[in-house]
């Protein structure tokens, strides 16, 4: 597995990087945003991880700029923990998870763990309902036109389009998408069903996700 580190802090970057090439990871390490943009457009990664604060560009302009070049690679950004609108940001340029600073080792490697392996996990490559179409190939929602989803937000559609008829709790799409992750709460369950909620409009799909925070959420169709 190949994967791009992109984090200006250097002692962090060392540490982090040898961890990783520890683990049987080959590690590209680059030290501010343009380093890692010039290195995505020449090689190909299993997976990328950025620091939002770096010099030249920023985590989020880089995933911004792959994510416009139509480069599905997952993508971790490492954030400090007052930074809650960057965190929302990359979420909303396309971000597969965060984690914030500072943090343990052993989180960090099983956050990118999963991360790898659910983007190939998924044995229903393909599923409808309604108007839309969810494709685990290339994490795609189409309707009238299509949006790549981040690997939470396909995990939370397929959790919904797979029980459409039942109402499915907070606490279950916790259990189910999140797996008892220690950052996740009601609040971060809300935020991924208002961003499905936008991009079923974006998509101009006639289905619809009901339900209210920390309440019950279900799939339904509109005419």
Known sequence: MKLLLAEDTRDLNRTVTMVLEHENYEVD????????????????????????????????????????????????????????????AGLDAGADDYLAKPFAIKELLARIRSMIRR??????????????????????????NSVRLSIKEFE????????????LATEYLLGHVWGGEP????????????YLKGKLRAIGSSVQITGDKGGEFRLILTA
């Open 29 to 88: 390490s680059v030290y501010d945003g343009q380093e890692a943009l010039d290195l995505i457009e020449k090689s190909s990664y299993d997976g990328i991880i950025l620091d939002i604060m770096m010099p030249k560009k920023d985590g989020i302009e880089v995933l911004t700029e792959i994510r416009r070049r139509h480069i599905l690679t997952p993508v971790l950004l490492l954030t400090a923990k007052a930074e809650v609108d960057d965190r929302v």
């Open 119 to 144: 983007r190939g996990d998924y044995n229903e490559k393909q599923m409808q309902f309604g108007d839309i179409t969810l494709n685990a190939e290339d994490f795609a929602l189409t309707a009238s």
């Open 156 to 167: 939370l559609m397929q959790t919904l389009m797979a029980n459409a008829d039942k109402l």
């Open 183 to 194: 950052d996740a709460q009601e609040d971060t369950v809300w935020l991924y069903i208002s």
